[in-house]
């Protein structure tokens, strides 16, 4: 690969590139405005998934909330998702999907956390009515109307994550709402219904999932297109969870909860972004949303204004020795596993490969996430001939390097070489990618199914979601019509002495824990990890038994702790905070001393509480004798040099510095402040 670059063409790709974010009108999440969203006529729901807080699962007995390590099994199950034809002779989209991907999928089984039902070889049980009871509790803080009688139903669940192939689920309440800063956000539903398998890896043709999460019990929220915004949208996230966890009845930790969020804009379609797992991500995967569905809505009207005619177009291929491309590091796959090599003509899409549609990504990109998808070709699977490294090429000056320098596997040399072989245009666009013989034919279906779509606009699709705050295609949307009756469970009354028994028991809401918090005075850099830890409640508690104030121990918790434990969990429970309270009450401690206590109980959660003391060196000294040693600290002074700050300042801290140690846990640090200050208040009155 000696050849160098050749500037004008390699321009001419770097320059369609820019021109193509421009012409999105994309803008950094930071620089958008309403007015931005609101051109775009941005629309976003929401469907809030959390696990309940039960002993057991929803349709077996098996204990709920046992994890396994990825290793730790005691069986395993393989199955094969095949797409049967619906009462009306139809096959679903997403079936068929599944069915292409050839895919193996595995489950991993532990005894002590599944069961038959999990591999769909019982009928389930009776629903767990100590979920339906917390369900209820938590459809009624979001104002549902509660229905009369509960219908399980079969949800069609086809990526293998649940064995059964469908979700057995239930409609619990309709038509509810709850408030966000600036409008009221109005639910769709609220439903019961049984957790999916934990993912645990996908590699080529074999999906691996544990079933320790399956049928656990989980509500889901789904809201109406209201949120115009990302910030919206995430206030509206947030306000679900706070919700659900300020019932004390839902699990918390890694996993317990999952947002999927449905995105759309004017022109587009509703394009659900999949297990979102961190509610700050939502905004710049919905506003990178917006701006990948219009790149594709522009993409559309580009193909369009070409003329071409979708139902005559048709891509080309050939087959390339893979001999012939040995010096290439991407194409020795193809070489040394016996794979085989090929290219693709796409007629017409000159420039389209490029087209910018995400921060860091570009048209060619749809396709390739499809390649990884359906055939199940890892990435890199692919390369294209518009694959120029932008930031290698500046405006007006020549670049005087080989493609491999450049970071560019195939040199525009190369590319004419492959045209040739394609009998292509220069109006053409080209792929070339490797995969073994069976694999082949559904690769190139894949890629000319994609393009086909490109002639529509944005295709309907689930896409998972990436922390960068971009996202991958996951799956084809399933349809409308993927839920119908489970034949296996009869319906569940629900009166309205139960409806009003579970009124009676509801904690209290979100918007009267807002209120709390205002009250204590607590900032508002400490609400989110308060409320996501729903530690209120224990607030409430602990402040009423013990000398703590509410803004104090909020502090504790939501400053302190919070530092201390990053995203792990404490490693100690609330109960060992209120025995450190009784502690300190019980050997009259100032409270001052906790802040320090917990620091060390933090680091050792199972050390005594009098050797945490040690720790501290504290000693108990009377206060008197702690005073004693003010006026004498105030005579030392003369002896102290101290620069840079006021004579009195300088003199107060260094007195309060050298008195802390001795008067921590013995006197409130606020009382020594005030002594330390009349001390010092007689050099004023001396003068």
């Not at 595995?106 to 999990?118: F, G, L």
């Not at 890896?201 to 544990?210: F, G, I, L, N, P």
Request: charged letters at 25%; one cysteine or more; aromatic letters at 8%.
């Amino acid at each position: 690969m000696s050849e160098y670059i050749n500037l004008p063409e390699a321009d001419a790709y770097r320059q369609n590139w820019l021109l193509s974010r421009s012409n999105t009108g994309w803008v950094s999440l930071s620089d958008a405005v309403q007015a931005t969203w609101r051109r775009l006529g941005f629309k976003c729901g929401l469907e809030v998934h959390q696990q309940l807080l039960t002993q057991r699962k929803l349709f077996c007995r098996c204990a709920a909330g046992i994890y396994h390590d990825f290793h730790d099994y005691d069986a395993e199950i393989v199955r094969h998702m095949r797409p049967t034809l619906s009462e009306l002779g139809e096959y679903d989209g997403t079936a068929l999907m599944e069915f292409k991907t050839r895919k193996n999928i595995v489950y991993r089984i532990k005894n002590d956390s599944a069961c038959t039902y999990e591999v769909d070889d019982t009928p389930p049980f009776a629903l767990n009515r100590e979920a339906l009871s917390r369900a209820l509790q938590i459809a009624l803080l979001l104002n549902m109307k509660i229905v009369g009688e509960l219908h399980i139903t079969r949800k069609q669940y086809l990526d293998g994550s649940i064995p059964t192939g469908f979700q057995r689920t239930a409609i619990l309440g309709i038509e509810g709402e709850f408030p966000i800063s600036n409008k009221k956000i109005r639910v769709i539903q609220f439903s019961i219904e049984e957790d999916s398998c934990r993912e645990v890896s996908d590699v080529r043709h074999t999906r691996v999932y544990y079933a320790d999460r399956l049928g656990m019990p989980l509500i889901e929220t789904v809201t109406y297109p209201d949120m115009l915004t990302p910030w919206e949208a995430a206030e509206a996230a947030q306000s679900i969870r706070f919700i659900a966890r300020s019932s004390g009845l839902v699990r918390v930790g890694i996993g317990a909860a999952r947002q999927d969020v449905n995105v759309s804009i004017d022109g587009g379609t509703r394009v659900e972004i999949k297990g979102v797992a961190h509610i700050a991500w939502i905004p710049k995967l919905t506003h990178n949303e917006a701006f990948r569905q219009k790149s594709l809505l522009l993409i559309r009207d580009e193909l369009a204004a070409r003329k071409i005619d979708p139902s005559a177009w048709r891509i080309g291929n050939t087959l390339l020795d893979p001999a012939d491309w040995r010096q290439v590091q991407l194409l020795k796959k193809a070489a040394t596993d016996g794979w085989k090599l090929v290219a693709v003509n796409l007629p017409g899409f000159a420039g389209i490969l490029s087209y910018f549609n995400q921060p860091g990504r570009c048209f060619a990109d749809e396709i390739s996430d499809r390649l990884k998808v359906i055939p199940c070709l890892e990435k890199p699977n692919m390369l294209h001939s518009e694959q120029i490294d932008f930031g290698a090429l500046e405006p007006g000056k020549v670049l005087a390097a080989s493609a491999a320098q450049a970071g560019i596997p195939l040199s525009l040399s190369d590319w004419k070489k492959i045209r040739r072989e394609l009998n292509a245009t220069e109006s053409d666009a080209q792929i070339v990618f490797w995969a073994p013989d069976e694999d082949i034919s559904t690769a190139l279906d894949t890629i000319s199914e994609r393009c086909q779509l490109a002639f529509k606009g944005v295709p309907n699709e689930t896409r998972k979601s990436l922390p960068e705050g971009v996202t991958l295609f996951e799956r084809v949307l399933p349809g409308a019509d993927r839920m119908y009756p489970d034949t296996d469970s009869a319906p569940i009354s629900v009166s309205d002495e139960e409806i009003e028994a579970a009124r009676a028991r509801i904690p209290v809401g979100l918007q009267r824990r807002l209120e709390q918090l205002a009250e204590w005075d607590i900032p508002a850099d400490a609400h989110t990890y308060l409320l996501r830890n729903n530690l209120l409640p224990v607030i409430e508690e602990l402040t009423a038994k013990y000398d703590v104030t509410p803004k104090c121990l909020g502090l504790y918790y939501a400053h302190l702790l919070k530092s201390l434990q990053g995203r792990e969990p404490l490693p100690f429970d609330n109960q060992r905070v209120e025995d450190l309270l009784i502690y300190i009450a019980r050997k009259k401690l100032a409270l001052d001393i906790l802040p320090e206590m917990l620091k060390v109980l933090f680091a050792n959660p199972n050390m005594q509480f009098s050797s945490v003391l040690a720790v501290l060196n504290y000693k108990e000294i009377p206060v008197p004798e702690i005073l004693a040693e003010i006026p004498l600290l105030h005579k030392m002074w003369a002896r102290v040099k101290t620069k840079g700050l006021k004579r009195t300042d300088a003199l107060q801290s260094w007195m309060m510095g050298r008195l802390r140690y001795i008067a921590l846990g013995n006197m409130p640090l606020g009382e020594l402040r005030q002594a330390v200050e009349a001390e010092l208040a007689k050099d004023a009155t001396d003068a």
